[in-house]
């Protein structure tokens, strides 16, 4: 019997998104459900990712950019208003406000009567990889595992259909991670996530708690590998159960996973090819019904240009309703079964991977080598080798690397130039935030508000679950940026080691010309040249500042890099006590027209003058013409890969701006 | 400050400078970092403006194997310093690719700064392939930073037994361990390191090892005759710990110093070194002997600078 009876149910279909406000959200998605989609991804804004309300100082500018604010109980009533919470799927990417979002979540639903055990969803709450990739850390390690396993005790205990974590492979595999690495390195954070939860919940059986944990992957063009990446997955993940923690249930041994594909591959250039590439991309997550994911949501094709519109989105969910009611993929019992060659594949990724997994286990685990900066430093190496890959043409891009002659593009073509095939968020909606949330905090209960403060303050300085006393607040009145800064207070703040300092390259002969320009205009200037890099703002993917970072040290410049969220003002400062002769900043929020101006003047203020700036980030063709106008040097968009181009670059501005070339 | 225009007096240079200046302090860091012949009479003039520094500032050097936690220590006790109503100047020395010539300065990633406030200045150098781990320029830049700030920090590449560079240009050497490592038991049993004037253990927060390491310090520094020398050990993760006890130590070794001694010694011995390096065990023959060398050098005025002093022993060797 190889056809099934029934067909399989299909996956859960979701579509990352959010924006400007919870009211403009809350249309979008009932606009996406009416088209079919069956569940809900929920993007939040950085502010709201990073604890912070949309009056915060740090805020300006990303509010309501990369997703939706929420700030109070009232914005969740009206993000969620008209959405049956007892049916709708929804899965939140928050990570260090995990349990505020999910305590605002739980008090809407005993607001609708709706019992908290009858919800269903996901938090992310991987905060391993934020310190590795993403960035929207707030807590030191051990501090940021003890809310995590806080949520994970209460869900298993009150929110049983919940997925309190999704163990992220994702951001790894955006940071550069090779498939055994995001199995390695996402396994360890398995292994510390478990052993506190098993620790702070005196837990003896760990079955419930295992059967609910899940995870978010990512695939890449390489499907096949894919495919075998994922049974290796399976099969460690079981092991692990088995082995480390008693579970034998082998239902609660399952491995369950959502995904996203991966987004980094995606082009700027012909970037009608992408729609290809995350169909493809696809295939590695669907194809093997063993290791199906549970839940798929789709990039769209013009995310390396700017946000997508809701056409766009729609042209991605519809790629996943084809594939599931036109084919016949789920008819059949897993079409791997009995395969040599996928089942050597797999047996080879396992083996190396669990290798690793002991690796890190030897340094001490995966908080130890967050803390060394040993995962990040071998994240950031193996980023470094796809790039110069890339640019050396050994990895094939089509339309990037080779292939690149094209007629013009209709689907680029709009009235204003190109610039209408994106979405622009209106930055009015910034300034209404602003006023919601002053509105919001004028007519709560002040006493109430105090009262669950003081609380939580005061349980979680006795390390006391954070959940109870979050849904208090959340009732309360209390908002996202009170929550956090009660909980700063309280746990502390922490940066992250950049990976940058111990990472090594292999030898690139192509870099030496510009090594010698570098030289011999140090010698010119009489001390090397010196480049600041920093990431102004809120956003924490790091990746591309790193490996600008990394290719500038190699090409012969000393490179102070400051790493993320960095005020204006904070950026000045190093300028000049640094003596930079240039400033490189990169912002992938979205959030540059606000940002960049901002480090411009500051500079200007701190009296730093023929210091070229640079920008590199997803920004539209339109934006980099206005920051052009207004001083930047150049921007660099996903379209200039070729790093080693860009560094020759960096040294001819310098030579410009001392009057040398 | 395009290279079209004119030079700035090296007097008001100075005058900025002394007065704690951002904006002055990293224009004469540019200024004693620039290698061209064209600018040492510049560099020597702002020296000599500048005179020793501060008369009551304390210059801190901070070694240890990499990875112990050096720049967190450091931006910790800035903090502490910053509070207790010192300004502080902190010049942290990274290490340049062999290969490419190039550095990744990583460490202001670690100290915390704010743009409103002046009295905390940091300052990142490479070593540009200098041997001994401290930069060519560190000793100058120190001075500068040191005409400005009541407090220097130095933090250096942190490669064991070539970091002893760092004794000739700051009053106290720290020397900083991390548990379990037993790299400094090492090197103190073996003699490869001097004994510092103050121990730290870092990540006191891992407890027993913590203690154990510092025990064993403790031990050891004894059996080598020291019994002043101070271990103390320190925790930079929240709740900070023993910051407080690490500004009383080096208050206390400060306190016991007789600064200007320390420093012309020092300034004497950097010179013999330097001399010895640029010509060799042949250089040195050429003056006599290191024990001539060392008594011409003590003989000779006491305001000199290492430059001048070099440029002394090096007429000393021609003449011989």
């Known amino acids: 019997m190889i056809e099934r009876a029934v067909p399989e149910r299909p996956w859960i279909m979701r579509t990352y998104s959010g924006h400007s406000s919870a009211q403009a959200s809350n249309s979008l998605y009932r606009a996406n459900l009416a088209k079919g989609q069956t569940g809900l991804s929920i993007a939040f804004d950085l502010p709201t990712q990073l604890g912070y309300d949309p009056d915060h100082r740090l805020a300006r500018g990303e509010v309501g950019k990369v997703g939706v604010p929420v700030s109070h109980l009232g914005d969740m009533r009206a993000l969620m208003d008209g959405i049956p919470l007892e049916t709708m799927n929804t899965s939140m990417t928050i990570n260090a406000t995990a349990p505020w979002l999910f305590a605002l979540y739980i008090a809407l639903a005993e607001e609708r009567g709706v019992g908290a055990r009858a919800l269903q969803g996901t938090t992310q709450n991987d905060i391993v990889k934020e310190y590795l990739s993403r960035g929207t850390y707030i807590f030191p390690p051990a501090q940021s595992l003890k809310l995590t396993s806080d949520t994970i005790v209460y869900a298993v205990r009150n929110v049983p259909s919940w997925n309190p974590i999704n163990f992220c492979s994702y951001h790894l595999q955006e940071a550069g991670a090779t498939p055994v690495q995001e199995i390695a390195y996402t396994l360890g954070t398995c292994i510390a996530v478990l052993d506190a939860v098993r620790a702070a919940g005196k837990i003896e059986d760990m079955t419930a708690t295992f059967g609910r944990l899940s995870f978010f992957v990512n695939a890449g063009m390489r499907f096949v590998e894919e495919v075998c990446k994922l049974r290796a997955f399976a099969l460690l993940w079981e092991r692990l159960g088995r082995d480390r923690y008693g579970v034998t249930d082998p239902k609660a041994l399952r491995f369950r996973y959502g995904v996203q594909v991966n987004s980094l591959g995606l082009t700027a250039a012909q970037p009608e090819n992408n729609v290809y590439r995350i169909l493809l991309e696809t295939l590695g997550v669907t194809l093997s019904k063993d290791v199906r994911a549970r839940a798929v949501q789709l990039p769209a094709w013009n995310e390396a240009l700017g946000l997508p519109r809701p056409w766009d989105q729609q042209w991605s969910l519809r790629c996943q309703q084809v594939l599931a009611y036109e084919t016949d993929l789920l008819e059949y019992d897993d079409i791997f079964e009995g395969s040599r060659v996928v089942a050597e594949k797999t047996r080879s990724i396992a083996g190396a991977a669990w290798g690793e997994v002991e690796q890190v286990e030897r340094l001490g685990g995966a908080v130890a080598c967050v803390q060394s900066g040993y995962i990040k430093e071998r994240l950031v190496e193996s980023n470094a080798l796809r790039i110069s890959q890339i640019e050396q043409g050994t990895r094939k891009v089509v339309g990037v690397n080779c292939y690149t002659e094209t007629a013009p593009s209709p689907l680029l073509a709009s009235p204003d130039g190109g610039a209408g095939a994106i979405l622009t968020v209106d930055p009015a909606a910034e300034a209404a935030q602003v006023d919601a949330v002053r509105a919001w905090r004028k007519k709560r209960d002040e006493g109430a508000v105090r009262r669950t403060l003081d609380a939580l303050r005061a349980g979680v300085g006795r390390g006391e679950n954070v959940m109870p006393l979050s849904i208090a607040a959340a009732k309360a009145g209390v908002t996202t940026g009170e929550w956090g800064a009660a909980l700063r207070d309280v746990l502390g703040e922490f940066r992250a080691p950049t990976g940058v300092g111990g990472a090594t390259i292999g030898r690139d002969e192509s870099i030496e010309p510009v090594r010698a320009k570098v030289r011999a205009l140090g010698e010119r200037l009489g001390r090397n040249v010196k480049l600041l890099i920093g990431k102004p703002g809120l956003d924490g993917h790091s990746n591309g500042a790193e490996q600008i970072a990394l290719r500038a040290r190699d090409a012969g410049f000393e490179v102070v890099y400051q790493g993320i969220r960095v005020t204006p003002a904070q950026l000045a400062q190093s300028a000049v006590e640094e003596g930079v002769h240039l400033v490189g900043l990169s912002v992938l929020s979205g959030s540059h027209n606000d940002l960049v101006p901002e480090v411009l003047d500051a500079l200007r203020k701190a009296g730093v003058t023929n210091v070229p700036v640079v920008v590199g980030g997803i920004i539209p063709e339109a934006d980099a013409r206005a920051l052009e106008a207004r001083g930047v040097a150049r921007v660099y968009t996903p379209k200039d890969f070729a790093l080693g181009s860009i560094m020759d670059d960096l040294a001819e501005l310098v030579m410009r701006a001392h009057g040398l070339s | ?320």
């Not at chain 2, 207790?84 to 290969?99: C, E, H, I, M």
């Open chain 2, 1 to 320: 400050m395009g290279s079209a225009d004119p030079p700035e007096p090296v007097e008001a240079l100075a005058a900025g400078v002394r007065a704690g200046s951002r904006a002055a302090v990293a224009r004469a860091l540019n200024l004693v970092e620039d290698r061209r012949a064209q600018s040492r009479p510049r560099i020597a003039e702002l020296l000599r403006a500048l005179g020793g520094g501060k008369p009551d500032g304390h210059r801190v050097g901070f070694t240890g194997p990499p990875g112990v936690g050096k720049s967190t220590l450091v931006s910790a006790l800035g903090g502490e310093l910053r509070r207790r109503g010192s300004t502080v100047g902190v010049l942290a020395v990274d290490p340049s690719s062999k290969r490419s010539g190039g550095a990744l300065l990583g460490d202001r990633v670690r100290i915390e700064t704010r743009p409103e406030d002046e009295g905390l200045f940091v300052r990142s150098l490479a070593t540009a392939g200098e041997l001994g781990g401290l930069a060519r320029a560190a000793p100058a830049s120190v001075l500068v930073l040191a005409a400005a700030f009541d407090r220097v920090l130095v933090e250096t590449v942190g490669v064991g037994q070539s970091e002893t560079d760092v004794e000739y240009v700051v009053d106290t050497v720290v020397f900083v361990v991390q548990p379990g490592s037993g790299d400094a038991l090492q090197f103190l049993k073996a003699g490869i390191m001097e004994v510092p004037d103050v121990l730290v253990v870092t990540k006191a927060d891992l407890g027993r090892v913590a203690q154990r390491a510092m025990a064993d310090l403790q031990a050891a520094v004894r059996a080598l005759g020291s019994r002043e020398t101070p271990v103390v050990a320190v925790s930079c993760v929240a709740p900070p710990q023993g910051i407080e006890a690490l500004v009383d130590a080096l208050e206390c070794h400060r306190a016991g110093l007789d600064l200007t001694a320390r420093r012309l010694a020092s300034r004497r011995r950097h010179a013999l070194a330097d001399f010895a390096t640029e010509h060799g065990e042949r250089g040195v023959r050429a003056l006599g002997g290191r024990r001539a060398a060392e008594r011409w050098l003590g003989e000779q005025a006491p305001g000199l600078d290492v430059p001048a002093l070099v440029q002394g022993l090096q007429e000393q060797a021609t003449e011989g």
